[in-house]
């Protein structure tokens, strides 16, 4: 079975810095994979999905993530974090069109002033 | 506006009682699923469900029930055996037919069991 591992539970940078949120995958072939991201108490917003094709990934709030498959990786970044980017975010896979997603444990971003 | 609703956001609940949460779409989306999330645990499967009248067993269905008699409702009831029902319940539909169609969340309903 797949399994996707987020081994930053907790990760803080300053505003205006950069940011890279890791995201390892376990699964044999291909797997399609995700990034969303959760504030407080809310739902989870799609940032980015990847299927085929090009192995980086634009998404919408200035993430991009870039999968690759000689690491089992499909890590999230951003060029320059804003202080409302604070939350917690997931990374996820999904085998083929079943059902089976799979969620990683979250990691948690805090944005310093 | 289309998306998907829950309801209530919070909700309080006495040992030995069941619990309804509702979850409704606009969507028109054929799939639907129950999460569970407890912190540092990310979000884990209870039920879900690809078409009217049929339902499946995720990965910690017991002591959980569903329903599924209209497309755009998926309600989830939690029975007094669920041992530790606690948590924030996410609710999530993904349209049919398409390898990259992709699963939308609602805004959640935390359950606290007093």
């Known amino acids: 079975a797949q399994s996707v591992t987020q081994p930053d539970i907790h990760i803080t940078v300053s505003e205006g810095a950069s940011l890279e949120l890791r995201c390892n995958y376990s699964?044999?072939?291909?797997?399609?994979l995700f990034w969303y991201v959760q504030s407080p108490g809310q739902g989870l917003q799609l940032l980015l999905k990847?299927?085929?094709?090009?192995?980086l990934v634009q998404g919408i709030k200035g993430f991009e993530a870039e999968f690759k498959r000689s690491q089992s990786s499909f890590n999230l970044r951003k060029p320059s974090v804003h202080w409302s980017d604070a939350a917690e975010y997931f990374c996820?896979?999904?085998?083929?069109?079943?059902?089976?997603?799979?969620f990683g444990a979250g990691t948690r971003l805090t944005v310093k002033p | 506006d289309g998306g998907i609703t829950q309801s209530p956001k919070y909700l309080f609940r006495k040992e030995g009682q069941n619990v309804t949460l509702s979850c409704e779409q606009n969507?028109?989306?054929?799939?639907m699923y129950w999460y569970r999330q407890d912190p540092g645990q990310g979000l884990r499967l209870i039920y879900y469900?690809?078409?009217?009248?049929?339902?499946q067993k995720g990965d910690i269905a017991e002591g959980y029930s569903v329903s599924r008699e209209k497309k755009e409702s998926f309600p989830l009831t939690v029975t007094s055996a669920q041992k530790n029902p606690t948590a924030f319940y996410l609710c999530?539909?993904?349209?049919?037919?398409?390898?990259?169609?992709?699963?939308?969340f609602g805004p959640g309903t935390r359950l606290t069991v007093l």
């Open positions: 990847y299927f085929s094709g090009d192995t």
């Open positions: 469900s690809q078409i009217v009248n049929d339902f």
């Open positions: 969507l028109n989306h054929d799939a």
């Open positions: 699964y044999g072939a291909t797997p399609y």
């Open positions: 996820a896979t999904r085998r083929g069109n079943n059902n089976d997603m799979r």
């Open positions: 999530a539909s993904r349209g049919r037919g398409s390898r990259t169609d992709t699963q939308y």
